[in-house]
């Protein structure tokens, strides 16, 4: 994934009256090169990068709300209290999230009827698509009671 050499990108970001600052590159190069389904929060983000650059704290949240209001980051939120965040590739094929409670075992399975109920919804209502998120929360089979004995 190449996204923080993608013309379009840069363009979009201007018209928005930004530019491609280099920690904004180095955040989206960062999601690119993660493994696919990997979730991170800012502060996790922040302690990645430091390994490598100096950033901010404050950077790295703005910049995380920056690019996901222009849906190149997808902003999770898994009911913990805070925000993750992962690149935004397949809008082709969506995928959703199912989450455990106690544990936070998070697995992803598609969702292309769910994206597409919620284009409709939006085209009914005129508005512009950023992100269609659908979750559903639960016990995951380890964490979920023994069954009663009768």
């Not at 379009?8 to 928005?16: G, K, T, V």
């Not at 696919?36 to 950077?59: C, D, F, N, P, W």
């Not at 996901?68 to 898994?78: K, Q």
């Not at 690149?87 to 992803?108: A, D, M």
Request: charged share 25%; hydrophobic share 35%; net charge positive.
């Amino acid at each position: 994934m190449s996204f923080p050499k993608d013309p379009s990108f840069r363009n979009d970001l201007r018209q928005r009256g930004y530019r491609l600052t280099p920690q904004r590159e180095r955040i989206l190069r960062y999601f690119a090169e993660i493994p696919v389904g990997t979730h991170l929060s800012a502060e996790e983000l922040y302690q990645r990068l430091l390994e490598e650059e100096k950033i901010s704290l404050a950077t790295a949240y703005r910049t995380l709300k920056l690019l996901a209001s222009m849906g190149l980051l997808r902003e999770l939120d898994f009911a913990e209290g805070h925000k993750h965040y992962e690149l935004n590739t397949n809008q082709e094929s969506p995928h959703q999230h199912i989450i455990c409670t106690s544990c936070g075992l998070t697995i992803e399975f598609l969702g292309g009827k769910l994206f597409e109920t919620g284009q409709q919804i939006a085209r009914k209502y005129e508005f512009e698509i950023i992100d269609v998120q659908f979750k559903i929360f639960g016990l995951c089979p380890a964490c979920q009671p023994p069954p009663k004995k009768r």
